[in-house]
């Protein structure tokens, strides 16, 4: 078998669902917290990081329990059938109260909900795809994700959530929800976990040879200093440059809204799009040129698009604002393509949940601090103008930090894996 577009795909509906949520949950809402309850920035960025102090350590753990559980279903579809439905359920019924006490508690349960999938649902790609190809089925799982997050784009313009001092977003979410629950319908219909986990693991011991694995048995399974380094330094970019950029994607809606005077719901379209048509292209690039080389690649881009887009303000054209998110899109999928296979690249096959769960700690620590940090800078300074250097000087951070960087890239895969692969189709 060469790499099954197909499969990865339908495994892709899952993080669909995850990125649908999230889309919708980043833009309205801080809305909500601002426009409804009348909180400032710095509180209500402190509730925008409660789902990011529970993935701490939630997404770890789920994904370690992943890892060692099992059924007929499989390893990781019971958590996510189980945390969608959830899910669904608690943010419904979160937009249609009026107190503060009960949304901030439902909202909760909606967070708890999300994060026992998210680090399952992730493993999965990189449970039937074998090393050298995961960064390709990455691109293609981004992908469905960025569709995911344009169809709730669309939701959004389609029942105007960026209409200024909107409060009530309830059929938003009702709509938002049945798009996930559709996509999970998908994805339990047509993945079969257990058979395709057991191929990806025969594909691998009988073609490819796994030298990370190597280098580890010689150290009696643990990692080397140098791959314990290397995970470090990966997990110290992933932290820097999701500082940098969550803080636009969580104030953006605010800023676009308050500052440009802009719909942002087109603006952050535009840049989805421009990752759509990235994801697939980045991931054949990445196994020429490899993937530490093109993440280095998209920090720069990212951070001249942030950079760029604080010189931006209400009387500029629109339209510069679509070329710089066009051209953060791009990085982003760069980046994103390419990163998480780098830290599972050092696991074994039976903990792949506990690493992608290390992946998603360093992105929901700096998700922590990034909405309160920037929201009280902002709040000091008395506007949003910090919004785009301060996200520029973090993922500048994460370009040097990964220059350090040593493990975790692709490695060339040998002849008689590629002709076993054109033999089998």
Same mark, same amino acid.
């Given at each position: 078998?060469?790499?099954?577009?197909?499969?990865v795909?339908?495994v892709?509906?899952?993080?669909?669902?995850i990125?649908?949520?999230w889309?919708a949950?980043?833009?309205?809402?801080?809305?909500?917290?601002?426009n409804?309850y /009348?909180m400032?920035?710095?509180?209500s960025?402190v509730?925008?990081?409660?789902?990011?102090?529970?993935a701490?350590?939630m997404?770890?753990?789920?994904?370690?329990?992943s890892?060692r559980?099992?059924?007929?279903?499989?390893?990781r579809?019971?958590?996510?059938f189980?945390g969608?439905?959830?899910?669904?359920?608690?943010?419904?019924?979160?937009?249609?109260?009026?107190?503060?006490?009960?949304f901030?508690?439902?909202?909760?349960?909606?967070?708890?909900?999300?994060?026992?999938?998210?680090s399952p649902a992730?493993?999965?790609m990189?449970?039937?795809t074998?090393?050298?190809?995961r960064?390709k089925?990455n691109?293609?799982?981004?992908l469905?994700?960025t569709?995911?997050?344009?169809?709730v784009?669309?939701?959004?313009?389609?029942?105007?959530?960026?209409?200024?001092g909107k409060?009530?977003f309830?059929?938003y979410i009702?709509?938002?929800g049945?798009v996930m629950?559709?996509?999970?319908?998908?994805?339990i219909s047509?993945?079969?976990?257990?058979?395709?986990?057991?191929e990806m693991?025969?594909n691998t011991?009988k073609?490819?040879?796994?030298?990370e694995a190597?280098?580890?048995?010689?150290v009696?399974?643990?990692l080397?200093?140098?791959?314990?380094?290397?995970?470090i330094?990966?997990?110290a970019?992933?932290?820097?440059?999701y500082?940098?950029y969550?803080?636009?994607i969580?104030?953006y809606?605010?800023?676009?809204?308050n500052?440009?005077?802009?719909?942002?719901?087109?603006?952050l379209?535009?840049?989805?799009?421009?990752a759509?048509?990235?994801y697939f292209?980045?991931g054949?690039?990445?196994?020429?040129?490899?993937?530490?080389k093109?993440?280095?690649?998209?920090?720069v881009?990212?951070a001249i698009a942030?950079?760029?887009?604080s010189?931006i303000?209400?009387?500029?054209s629109?339209?510069i604002?679509y070329g710089?998110?066009s051209?953060?899109?791009?990085?982003?999928?760069?980046i994103?393509?390419?990163?998480?296979?780098?830290?599972?690249?050092?696991a074994k096959?039976n903990?792949?949940?506990?690493?992608?769960?290390?992946?998603?700690?360093?992105s929901?620590?700096?998700?922590?601090?990034t909405?309160?940090?920037? /929201?009280?800078i902002?709040?000091?300074?008395?506007n949003?103008?910090p919004?785009?250097p301060?996200?520029?000087?973090?993922v500048t951070l994460?370009f040097?930090?990964?220059?350090?960087?040593?493990?975790?890239?692709?490695?060339?895969?040998?002849?008689?894996?590629?002709?076993?692969i054109?033999e089998?189709?």
């Open positions: 078998m060469k790499l099954d577009y197909k499969r795909a339908l892709g509906f899952a993080f669909l669902l990125q649908s949520f889309q949950y980043d833009a309205i809402v801080p809305l909500i917290l601002v409804k /009348g400032n920035q710095t509180f960025g509730v925008m990081a409660l789902d990011n102090a529970l701490v350590f997404l770890p753990l789920f994904g370690a329990i890892d559980y099992n059924s007929i279903h499989g390893r579809t019971p958590f996510i189980v969608t439905i959830l899910a669904v359920i608690f943010f419904i019924t979160m937009s249609l109260v009026n107190n503060l006490w009960l901030i508690f439902l909202l909760l349960l909606t967070l708890i909900s999300m994060a026992i999938f998210r992730v493993a999965l990189p449970d039937i074998v090393k050298p190809y960064s089925a691109a293609i799982i981004n469905m994700g569709i995911g997050g344009i169809t784009l669309g939701l959004g313009a389609l029942f105007k959530t960026g209409v200024k409060t009530d309830t059929a009702i709509a938002v049945a629950i559709i996509a999970l319908i998908i994805f047509t993945v079969k976990e257990n058979k395709w986990s057991k693991q025969e011991d073609y490819f040879k796994d030298t190597e280098e580890r048995e010689e009696g399974g643990r080397t200093r140098s791959q314990l380094k290397s995970l330094f990966i997990l970019s992933v932290a820097l440059w500082i940098g969550n803080a636009v969580s104030k809606s605010l800023y676009a809204t500052v440009l005077k802009q719909d942002y719901n087109t603006t379209l535009i840049a989805q799009g421009a759509i048509i990235t292209p980045v054949i690039i990445a196994s020429k040129v490899g993937r530490k093109s993440i280095i690649a998209g920090v881009m990212l942030f950079g760029s887009a010189f303000t209400a009387g500029s629109k339209y604002m710089l998110f051209l953060a899109g791009i990085a982003w999928a760069t994103n393509v390419n990163s998480f296979p780098m830290v599972v690249e050092l096959g903990d792949v949940g506990k690493y992608t769960g290390y992946y998603y700690t360093a929901m620590a700096a998700q922590i601090i909405p309160v940090l920037s /929201g009280g902002m709040d000091l300074v008395g949003m103008s919004l785009f301060y996200a520029t000087i973090f994460a040097i930090t990964m220059l350090f960087v040593k493990h975790g890239d692709s490695k060339p895969i040998s002849k008689g894996f590629l002709e076993s054109g089998d189709n």
